[in-house]
């Protein structure tokens, strides 16, 4: 079975990566990383000139199970391991790994699909597009235009044009909108 990498194991491995290369700086090219196993969830996993990080157990299995270090000698607490040789072309083929599942893949006409519009224009999430700062401040200015003084959220709110031209809205919900983008400048 092929495990697929996952970017909290990309993350986890460019800070050994990082532990490593500090090490060796400091002329600590000789230590090796530890795994100290505490009772729940989590592990000390001491680096090369003892820069010490917590991380979950299943995140170092998982590391090991993709090869990209290997353990030198198990205890009874925990094992010494360092990274691989590779380890830096093993996170490139990682990133391009997990940069492969994140795009969504199109039927094709070899396998027999239709390639319909419809079906393959790739969804970035449920409705239309929200509001940006400039186009509610322009209709914020335009219902401060056709409103009456004093111009309160509750005098506003009913000449306010929202995002699908309907015009009216809570004065509740005008007041969260202004929050959010801010007033527009006279």
């Known amino acids: 079975m092929t495990i697929l990498p996952k970017q909290s194991d990309i993350d986890l491995l460019a800070r050994l990566i990082g532990i490593r ?4 700086l400091a002329g600590h090219t000789d230590d090796l990383f530890s795994q100290i196993d505490f009772q729940g969830a989590e592990a000390a996993v001491l680096g090369p000139g003892r820069n010490n990080q917590v991380v979950p157990k299943i ?10 270090f290997y353990v030198i000698h198990t205890g009874a607490t925990g094992f010494t391991f360092d990274l691989a040789d590779d380890v830096r072309d093993r996170l490139e083929q990682m990133r391009v790994a997990v940069s492969r599942l994140s795009v969504p893949q199109r039927p094709d006409a070899g396998t ?32 401060l235009g056709r409103a009456t ?38």
């Open 21 to 24: 290369e500090s090490a060796d």
């Open 59 to 68: 995140k170092m299995r998982r590391l090991r199970d993709l090869g990209v």
């Open 112 to 143: 027999g699909f239709e390639a319909d519009a419809e079906l393959t224009r790739i969804r970035r999430g449920p409705g239309r597009p929200g509001w940006t700062r400039d186009l509610f401040r322009t209709r914020y200015q335009e219902a």
């Open 149 to 186: 003084p004093p111009f309160t959220y509750r005098a506003v709110a009913p000449y306010f044009e929202m995002l699908d031209g309907t015009v009216g809205t809570d004065p509740d919900y005008l007041r969260k909108l202004v929050r959010k983008h801010g007033l527009p400048l006279e």
